[in-house]
């Protein structure tokens, strides 16, 4: 493990730890305040993120950024990441490999920003995190604590964008966040 982000950004630059490697055009590492409470983690980038180099910045992103918007969460006192750092396919789920590869990115960058509340974006995410005994559609909406932090297991919002009946679910889902996130800065 890495003491500084100085160090972990740098021993990710040339990774080709699994095949994603091969047909990257940038790693996705992550984004936003590095002491946030709350963080965001989600599967892997699309083509877009791919494309900038940033996480959530497609359409995806667009729809996550109108919700921050509307519960006057800001994208930069948050921190952003995924499972996998480097894009999968075709935007296919990544597979075991893939995320086995790039989980000690993972757990580095958690243990760099220290949140205290991170919100599981979809099953991938939440199948790394906590384990392959959760689903998404049971799990989602319901707080799991784990090593002191607070998971709360929602829809990614690419699933938004395929089926808009769960815009209602995500919203709550984040509104619930917003209020613990509201509750542990007033305690502090």
């Not at 892997?44 to 359409?59: I, L, S």
């Not at 958690?110 to 995190?129: F, Q, R, T, Y």
Request: hydrophobic share 35%; charged share 30%.
């Amino acid at each position: 493990m890495y003491d500084t982000w100085e160090e972990l950004e740098k021993s990710i630059e040339n990774c080709k730890k699994c095949k994603l490697g091969d047909t990257r055009k940038n790693i996705v590492f992550g984004v936003g305040n590095k002491n946030a409470d709350l963080m965001f983690i989600g599967e892997g980038p699309g083509a877009d993120e791919d494309e900038q180099g940033e996480p959530f910045v497609g359409k995806a992103g667009k729809l996550m950024d109108k919700a921050f918007i509307g519960l006057g969460i800001k994208r930069e006192e948050v921190y952003i990441a995924n499972i996998v750092k480097c894009r999968p396919p075709q935007n296919r789920n990544p597979e075991a490999d893939e995320a086995t590869a790039c989980m000690d990115y993972l757990r580095n960058q958690v243990l760099l920003v220290k949140p205290k509340i991170i919100v599981l974006l979809g099953s991938v995410a939440l199948k790394n995190i906590l384990g392959e005994e959760y689903g998404i559609t049971k799990a989602r909406g319901n707080w799991i604590e784990k090593n002191g932090i607070q998971y709360l297991p929602t829809w990614h919002p690419a699933a938004l964008l395929r089926d808009e009946t769960k815009k209602i679910d995500f919203w709550k889902d984040l509104k619930l966040a917003k209020k613990m996130l509201d509750e542990i800065e007033k305690n502090n």
